[in-house]
């Protein structure tokens, strides 16, 4: 790791020994820094750092390292209740990618990193200046307005803290704005001169907050009398004499025409590319699941005989190239490095007491908005690199990129391979504003509605508990059947389970509770990879929201993540509850929604919501809500984003209302549910005894510790393989609906879940079941016995068992016990 030392020499004695500039400090300082010199009027040396990962290439890990570690000692200082309420700022150019790493080392912490790139259409949060630098303003530029507006910890992170100057010009101006009581303030190295050491606690007592300062390594640069003058001068001599091959490169524009091999990352959509309008722990996430795939296509395209790999960021754009080199370096044989273009014009001297020892110089190629300027890269041209994958942002995929004489042309001249990997520019959109919003009651919670908490999901339906609507299920079927009815306008009588059953069910849970939370997690980390960085969980009443309800629990357990959660209304046939959507529209960005359901059977559901949310699209003109359903169980291959594609029991299909927080399913009927209302559902209060929903809950909930690394591993595969719908469930059915004679593929019902629900609401007449299936199936060889339905066995089924409903009922089908007829 120690580019400190080159052929046994500290790479700032070249600058020591001319200028009479000494380093002074921790034993480990002059490992983490050398010192070179700068075209600069306010400060003519510059400190080096060689784990930073911006002029000198490093191993990505060792650069990681060291901000993920720095985080780790913030949330150390502040606790776990601090530090999951602190926000963490980061300085452009050079802290960007450092700041986010501190960011991921203190936990779920959002970042947010200034810019010196103005953009259209996004607020001003703050600025300042840095006293030192040679471009001075600072933006703020997040996408959510209140990010800073807190009162948890404020965490600045800094490559260096000398005169505390840019420190305390960020407080200051964001203080008159934000106050708070707590700032930390992190740093590669403290390399603060005696007569600043007191200047933070005096700062700090005048504003009446506390700041600490939290550093990897601390010291104090001694400089002489007249060093400004004298580097300035040593600048502009080697500048004009001492250039050579390792010195500056600037190739004349007709030079020969260079090749470059684009990879496409595949970068995840809506993805932001770093911190500059706020990155979430919901984003990292998302990253995180996606760089595995994204560095296995940048090692694809590297020559088979690289040896040594260099990952080039863009002067912002530090982090996702510093990911991605990381993951790069896992998966590769290949020695892999990791540094960033830079705004900083610097003297290269190829000296090995020198910190930097090549630069290339190319132009600006991101329409800057301070207008055309020079660019540079140290240390990469004689480096010995047999590949260098440039990372840059869509906005700095330019002509001035691909020109002779341009980035790409110079690295092309000194390294034979040259790859080049495009991050889309991650600008806001402005979220969704109804023109006018529905006036719709706000979502149902219990304990007035439903037995779950309040916080874990609120019901857009209206109670309808006062109203009679159960009726015998033979009457009902004949009524559906008969097309008399429509199955939502009336409800079953809820069936109650016998002692033998409950235990059952109590058998199912104990054993299936760990496959459960594995299925729930992996589902959960596949919407938070895929689908939203802050989705908005929308479970379809009522098989839905215990999953819905679950994974909720899962991103707060895994992430810390505080996800809202509805239930709403889909019925077959007429589509989901319109005022539903329209409330959400209200309420939420409708691309965050995500619709949740229990499990997959022949995919009816899956279409019904497509077909529904195109009508309502067109009716409305609300545009965003993404049809794609995430289930628990995906048995008839009929989604894409699921947590397993077994057919086994889910125990809330085991029984209805008692563990579904004692709603009932949902109801339409006219004289009930008006234009603009929400379709209704019933709260069963005197089920209570028996009602297990939290129990259920607690029960899968408790084994999320225990399933971590499993979870990680099946969300992993999950993600790399393909899990595009087969419908093969869909298949299987029609032509069972034809073998048995049924001609309705409504009547059939495919999957263990499916099959419960036939033989506890409707009226069985066979079950199929797979040869060979085993204790997943006692609960329905027990309620078919209980019910006189036989059980058939079948060979070839893709799914575990499923429910024939009797065709073409009439109540002559059943005999004086109330029992199906068999046939």
């Keep these: 790791m120690n580019n400190a030392v080159n052929d046994g020499v500290w790479s700032g004695s070249w600058v020591a020994e001319r200028l009479g500039v000494e380093l002074l400090g921790d034993d480990d300082l002059t490992d983490l820094l050398g010192l070179a010199l700068r075209r600069n009027p306010k400060r003519a040396h510059l400190l080096v750092s060689h784990v930073l990962g911006k002029h000198v290439p490093q191993s990505p890990s060792v650069v990681y390292g060291y901000g993920f570690d720095l985080g780790r000692r913030v949330r150390d200082l502040l606790g776990a209740d601090e530090a999951g309420r602190a926000v963490v700022l980061g300085y452009a150019e050079?802290?960007?990618?450092?700041?986010?790493?501190?960011?991921?080392?203190?936990?779920?912490?959002?970042?947010?990193?200034?810019?010196?790139?103005?953009?259209?259409?996004?607020?001003?949060?703050?600025?300042?200046?840095?006293?030192?630098?040679?471009?001075?303003?600072?933006?703020?530029?997040?996408?959510?307005?209140?990010?800073?507006?807190?009162?948890?910890?404020?965490?600045?992170?800094?490559?260096?803290?000398?005169?505390?100057?840019?420190?305390?010009?960020?407080?200051?101006d964001l203080h008159e704005r934000y106050p708070r009581r707590r700032y930390v303030v992190v740093a590669l190295v403290d390399m603060r001169s005696e007569a600043d050491a007191g200047r933070l606690d005096d700062f700090a007592r005048e504003i009446g907050a506390r700041v600490d300062l939290v550093a990897a390594a601390s010291g104090t640069v001694r400089l002489p009398e007249g060093v400004l003058e004298k580097g300035q001068a040593l600048v502009a001599e080697f500048e004009s004499t001492h250039l050579g091959a390792r010195g500056t490169a600037r190739p004349a524009p007709t030079e020969t025409p260079h090749h470059v091999t684009r990879v496409d990352l595949r970068w995840p959509r809506g993805l932001p590319d770093g911190g500059r309008h706020g990155f979430t722990p919901a984003h990292r996430i998302r990253l995180e699941n996606a760089l595995p795939a994204m560095a296995a296509r940048l090692a694809e395209a590297l020559p088979h005989d690289a040896h040594r790999v260099h990952v080039l960021g863009f002067e912002e754009l530090m982090y996702a190239p510093l990911r991605l080199a990381r993951e790069l370096e896992q998966v590769t044989d290949a020695e892999v490095r990791y540094s960033t273009t830079t705004r900083s014009p610097v003297l290269a001297v190829d000296d090995p007491g020198y910190a930097i020892r090549s630069r290339l110089v190319f132009p600006a190629h991101d329409d800057p908005a301070d207008g055309p300027g020079e660019r540079y890269t140290y240390n990469v041209a004689g480096a010995g690199f047999d590949a260098v994958v440039a990372v840059v942002d869509s906005a700095a995929d330019t002509p001035e990129l691909h020109a002779p004489g341009g980035l790409l042309a110079q690295l092309a001249a000194h390294v034979p391979q040259v790859l080049l990997a495009v991050v889309p520019s991650y600008v806001p959109e402005p979220r969704y504003v109804p023109e006018r919003p529905a006036m719709l009651p706000e979502p149902l919670r219990g304990?007035?509605?439903?037995?779950?908490?309040?916080?874990?999901?609120?019901?857009?339906?209206?109670?309808?508990?006062?109203?009679?609507?159960?009726?015998?299920?033979?009457?009902?079927?004949?009524?559906?059947?008969?097309?008399?009815?429509?199955y939502a306008e009336s409800l079953p009588v809820e069936y109650q389970p016998s002692e033998q059953y409950q235990q059952l069910f109590h058998t199912a849970l104990e054993e299936s509770a760990g496959r459960l939370a594995r299925a729930v997690g992996a589902v959960t980390e596949i919407v938070l990879a895929e689908r939203s960085p802050r989705p908005v969980l929308v479970s379809l009443a009522r098989a839905g929201t215990p999953i819905g309800v679950l994974m909720r629990r899962w991103a707060q357990f895994r992430h810390g993540l505080d996800l809202p959660h509805y239930a709403v209304s889909i019925v077959r046939g007429r589509g989901i509850d319109a005022n539903a959507l329209r409330w959400l529209a209200a309420h939420h960005d409708p691309r965050d929604v995500v619709f949740v359901d229990g499990w997959t059977g022949k995919g009816a559901i899956t279409r019904e919501l497509a077909d529904a949310l195109k009508e309502f699209e067109a009716s409305d003109g609300v545009t965003g809500f993404d049809p794609e359903i995430a289930v628990l169980a995906d048995p008839g291959s009929c989604v894409r984003t699921y947590g397993t594609r077994e057919d086994f029991l889910i125990p809330s299909a085991c029984l209805n209302s008692t563990v579904s927080g004692l709603i009932s399913r949902t109801v339409l009927r006219a004289d009930l549910v008006g234009p603009d209302d929400f379709h209704g559902a019933k709260f069963y209060r005197e089920l209570a005894g028996t009602d297990v929903s939290v129990a259920f809950l607690d029960a899968v909930s408790a084994r999320f510790p225990e399933v971590l690394d499993a979870v990680d591993a099946q969300a992993k595969e999950l993600l790399s393989g393909d899990r595009a719908p087969t419908w093969e469930g869909w298949a299987a059915v029609e032509r069972i609906s034809e073998e048995y004679g049924i001609h309705d593929v409504n009547l059939v019902k495919p999957g263990v879940g499916e099959t419960t629900r036939v033989l506890l609401r409707r009226v069985p007449w066979k079950i199929l079941a797979r040869a060979g299936a085993g204790a997943d199936l006692d609960h329905v060889r027990l309620l078919a016995e209980q019910r006189g339905v036989p059980v058939e066995e079948v060979a070839e089924l893709p799914y575990t068992c499923v429910g024939l409903i009797h065709p073409k009922y009439t109540r002559g089908a059943t005999g004086a016990d109330g029992r199906a007829v068999t046939v």
């Design 94 to 172: 050079t802290a960007t990618g450092l700041g986010h790493s501190v960011a991921d080392g203190l936990g779920p912490a959002p970042y947010l990193h200034s810019t010196r790139r103005p953009v259209p259409g996004v607020d001003t949060a703050g600025g300042f200046e840095e006293s030192h630098s040679h471009a001075t303003s600072h933006l703020l530029l997040p996408q959510d307005p209140d990010l800073l507006a807190g009162d948890g910890p404020l965490v600045l992170v800094d490559d260096e803290f000398s005169t505390g100057n840019t420190v305390l010009n960020t407080v200051r």
């Design 447 to 486: 304990p007035a509605f439903s037995s779950y908490p309040p916080d874990e999901v609120g019901w857009l339906l209206q109670d309808l508990s006062d109203v009679t609507l159960e009726a015998p299920t033979e009457e009902r079927e004949e009524a559906i059947q008969s097309g008399g009815a429509h």
